[in-house]
């Protein structure tokens, strides 16, 4: 069971590459997340889609678009990347819709991005 | 908004201590309360949770109890453990429409002597 699987581990990009972070849980999870983690400001979410086929803002979107390709999988793409986007990002997922996730999130183990 | 507010870190204790990490928080309505743990070069994983007022939330020797007069869920453990180093989030899910999600506070650094 490997329940939320994040690719890559770490990523180098230049200023105004563009590259796409890979989530997939196997738990059959409705609802799937993206956070990034920067010293000092703890985890803060991006984007969220509480079910497949929607998706919305979360506290820092901009620079960010996401994809729910469906229910297993739910990507994160930066268009053209900026040091401030230096981060390590965080997927998550939690099984119910519109409830409350009384087990709380599921996280994978994180993606390490740099950008220089 | 909604928000929570960790006791700044780090925190440096000898094994066998006695451990609290304060954590308040900011919510309309009746959020969920919980605690994360982030061991090194991992993802967070769910430590414990209260989902109302007085409710007691533990696991792995670890207490944190659901305090709706105080605003707080701050955690404890008797008895602190070399393998107890990590960050500690604490984390509340409240409705933002018709979804939930957790807000976060910034984490609190454990380190753990033997």
């Known amino acids: 069971n490997a329940g939320v699987t994040q690719t890559p581990k770490f990523q180098v990009l230049k200023t105004g590459q563009s590259m796409t972070l890979q989530c997939a849980q196997d738990?059959?999870?409705?609802?799937m997340y993206w956070y990034r983690q920067d010293p000092g400001m703890g985890l803060r979410l991006i984007y969220y889609s509480a079910s497949e086929g929607t998706t919305d803002k979360g506290e820092v979107p901009n620079g960010y678009n996401v994809s729910r390709l469906n229910k297993r999988e739910f990507s994160l793409r930066l268009e053209s990347a900026a040091p401030s986007q230096t981060s390590v990002y965080f997927c998550a997922s939690s099984a119910l819709r519109g409830i409350r996730a009384n087990y709380g999130y599921t996280f994978g183990s994180g993606t390490r991005l740099t950008v220089v | 908004g909604d928000s929570v507010t960790q006791m700044e870190g780090p925190v440096t204790l000898s094994e066998e201590a006695f451990l609290t990490i304060n954590c308040t928080y900011t919510a309309t309505g009746y959020p969920s309360l919980f605690w994360y743990v982030q061991y090194p070069g991992e993802g967070l994983q769910l430590l414990l949770k209260a989902t109302k007022a007085d409710d007691k939330g533990s696991n792995k020797g670890f207490e944190a109890t659901y305090r709706k007069e105080t605003t707080s869920f701050h955690l404890e453990k008797g008895s602190v453990q070399v393998s107890d180093s990590a960050v500690y989030f604490c984390a509340l899910e409240n409705s933002g429409g018709s979804n939930y999600k957790l807000t976060f506070g910034k984490g609190t650094l454990l380190t753990v002597n033997p």
């Open positions: 738990m059959n999870h409705n609802s």
